[in-house]
């Protein structure tokens, strides 16, 4: 849907983000068109990228069909992992318009405990935040290990290899929000961090799709080569 997303699409989303942050102004910051201001950002990100992907030299390249098995595979993984990553975001920007980043003062322990001993909704959001947090670090950790594990080139393990990075600093950085509560350059270095993560699981996404679809042709090719196997044996 991205990569097929046409012009007028695209120019209505930049105009929707335009109201929306018209809005953020006039109603000084609320917190519903402020995280909405923020997640159609995102989306406009992924818009950007997605074209600048499928209209790379390495989209056109060739695909065997061996490859194309293995990447159905990775493709609901990377698939759900790109939902869930967006999905944190949205749960970031929701913690932070609500002024509930030092909800929870320490890390990697809540009030000195695995779970707070309570809740309010700036504590529950928190908290929530840094499960998605764990699922997103899950995830990443399983996608990368089929993608490495499989018969794949650069165009997988590249985005792969990207994640690992980007995770391990997102975590560090998320950490360091607390420790040195909020500041600035951490704050910030955080929130784009989960947009490039973001932005490398739906690379990662995209061309999973793509070397899942193997050509009409090349199957067709290759099924005389199957058959004549198959008699030899």
Same mark, same amino acid.
Do not use: K
């Given at each position: ?10 120019? %209505?989303?930049? !105009?929707?983000?335009? /109201?929306?942050?018209? *809005?953020?102004? *006039?109603? /000084? ?9 923020? =997640? ?15 209209? @790379? ?19 609901? $993984? ?13 749960? =970031? ?18 009030? %000195?405990?695995?779970?707070? @001993? ?5 504590? =529950? ?13 899950? #995830? ?5 290990? &089929?993608? $490495? %594990? =499989?018969?794949?080139?650069?165009? #997988? &393990? ?12 997102? %975590? ?9 509560? &909020? ?13 490039? /993560? ?5 690379? !990662?996404? /995209? ?18 080569? &199957? ?7």
């Amino acid at each position: 849907v991205l990569c097929t997303a046409s012009a007028p699409t695209r120019l %209505g989303a930049v !105009l929707a983000q335009a /109201l929306l942050g018209g *809005l953020t102004v *006039l109603f /000084l910051l609320p917190t519903v068109v402020s995280v909405a201001h923020a =997640g159609l950002a995102e989306i406009f990100f992924c818009l950007i990228v997605s074209i600048a992907v499928t209209t @790379s030299v390495a989209w056109q390249l060739p695909v065997r069909p061996a490859v194309a098995a293995a990447a159905a595979r990775v493709r609901a $993984l990377a698939t759900c992992l790109t939902g869930v990553i967006y999905a944190q975001i949205l749960l =970031g920007a929701v913690m932070r318009h609500l002024g509930a980043g030092l909800a929870i003062p320490d890390f990697p322990l809540a009030f %000195g405990r695995l779970v707070p @001993s309570h809740f309010d909704l700036a504590i =529950g959001v928190h908290f929530a935040h840094r499960i998605g947090a764990l699922v997103v670090l899950v #995830l990443v950790v399983w996608t990368v290990w &089929r993608v $490495l %594990g =499989g018969p794949f080139d650069s165009r #997988l &393990r590249w985005p792969a290899r990207a994640l690992l990075v980007l995770v391990a600093l997102q %975590g560090t950085l998320g950490a360091t929000v607390i420790w040195t509560a &909020r500041a600035v350059v951490p704050n910030t270095a955080h929130v784009a961090t989960g947009a490039a /993560l973001l932005v490398t699981s739906l690379v !990662l996404t /995209l061309f999973s799709r793509r070397l899942a679809v193997v050509p009409a042709a090349i199957i067709a090719a290759a099924s005389p080569v &199957r058959a004549a196997n198959g008699a030899l044996a």
